[in-house]
T-cell receptor, first 112, second 120 residues
Framework: RKEVEQDPGPFNVPEGATVAFNCTYS??????FFWYRQDCRKEPKLLMS???SGNEDGRFTAQLNRASQYISLLIRDSKLSDSATYLC?????????????FGKGTKLSVKP | NAGVTQTPKFQVLKTGQSMTLQCAQD?????MSWYRQDPGMGLRLIHY???????DQGEVPNGYNVSRSTTEDFPLRLLSAAPSQTSVYFC???????????????????FGAGSRLTVL
């Protein structure tokens, strides 16, 4: 099973809507996660870090649920500019050293 | 602030040819990595390094070699290109590796702009 899994979507929502994405992880020892945003044909860029119970930045809220092993990203008052693919990232402790594993991404389209 | 620089941005190869994708970072990051991104597959880790002289395999290492002779550079080599290696390649670095409690931001990845490779 892949370390990090997320719903690929697409999520099609109207402007102003609230949308939430979930990402499940398999390693209960994982302690830090990230949400990255990727625009079409561009590199991923950090959106938010999730180190403990959660994190909030303006319209964006990320939550970590250790008991159920998932993290979520909530976007309130969606804007057209929020249209992108959102990538969940978590640690993989396999191999000789740890590394970071990406989910496949959830595509969001915000419509007028 | 250059950040992470990848070259070339675009490359077309014939099957069996070799090439090297260059990656350089000027942030003194310990951790560097290479990912490939294919439609429907997300970003998959090819190889990574936690410091000069230390490399390890990721999810999809076959057909690729790496080395880390300096902190700044982490080239990815394709020894004999195959059509299955047609993809977008991203190099990424972070101050530290993964695992365990880390200072905030220590394992936040900074990506290069990507290299689009087509193998005919």
């Amino acid at each position: 099973r892949k370390e990090v899994e997320q719903d690929p979507g697409p999520f099609n929502v109207p402007e102003g809507a609230t949308v939430a994405f979930n990402c499940t992880y398999s390693n209960s020892a994982s302690q830090s996660f990230f949400w990255y945003r990727q625009d079409c044909r561009k590199e991923p860029k950090l959106l938010m870090s999730v180190y403990s119970s959660g994190n909030e930045d303006g319209r964006f809220t990320a939550q970590l649920n250790r008991a159920s092993q998932y993290i979520s990203l909530l976007i309130r008052d969606s804007k057209l500019s929020d249209s992108a693919t959102y990538l969940c990232v978590g640690p993989n402790y396999g191999g000789s050293q740890g590394n970071l594993i990406f989910g496949k991404g959830t595509k969001l389209s915000v419509k007028p | 602030n250059a950040g992470v620089t990848q070259t070339p941005k675009f490359q077309v190869l014939k099957t069996g040819q070799s090439m090297t994708l260059q990656c350089a970072q000027d942030m003194n990051h310990e951790y560097m990595s290479w990912y490939r991104q294919d439609p429907g597959m997300g970003l998959r880790l090819i190889h990574y390094s936690v410091g000069a002289g230390i490399t390890d395999q990721g999810e999809v290492p076959n057909g690729y070699n790496v080395s880390r002779s300096t902190t700044e550079d982490f080239p990815l080599r394709l020894l004999s290109a195959a059509p299955s290696q047609t993809s977008v390649y991203f190099c990424a670095s972070s101050p530290r590796g993964v695992a365990g409690p880390l200072p905030t931001g220590a394992n936040v990845l900074t990506f290069g702009a990507g290299s689009r490779l087509t193998v005919l």
